[in-house]
Nanobody, 118 residues
Framework: QVELVEPGGGSVQAGGSLRLSCAADGSLFASTVMGWYRQAPGKQRELVATIIASGWMNYGDAVKGRFAISRDNAKNTVYLQMNSLKPDDTGVYYC????????????WGQGTQVTVSS
């Protein structure tokens, strides 16, 4: 089984930047998808960004051009650089790791709060 460690998010004013990280302890593979999702109060959880080992990335429409996901395969760690933050980016950000080819698992981090003030 894979375990995820997400250090804390933070608070920032609109227009500012934050960087999230998530380290996975366990067996990851080239096909393993690492990513971030978020959930704002009263809203459904939504995609922020995902990445696989080759570097192929996918972004949610709300963050395209502002956020950048990256992955250090040697450290089994995924990062999310968030720039030009808006109050609408406020929410709990969840790290996710899923694998459906070599093994089968879908693991979520405990979530970290990101607050953007206007």
């Amino acid at each position: 089984q894979v375990e995820l460690v997400e250090p804390g998010g933070g608070s920032v004013q609109a227009g500012g930047s934050l960087r999230l990280s998530c380290a996975a302890d366990g067996s990851l593979f080239a096909s393993t998808v690492m990513g971030w999702y978020r959930q704002a109060p009263g809203k459904q959880r939504e995609l922020v960004a995902t990445i696989i080992a080759s570097g192929w990335m996918n972004y949610g429409d709300a963050v395209k051009g502002r956020f950048a996901i990256s992955r250090d395969n040697a450290k089994n760690t995924v990062y999310l650089q968030m720039n030009s933050l808006k109050p609408d980016d406020t929410g709990v950000y969840y790290c996710n790791v899923r694998e459906n080819i070599v093994l089968s698992y879908d693991v979520w981090g405990q979530g970290t709060q990101v607050t953007v003030s206007s």
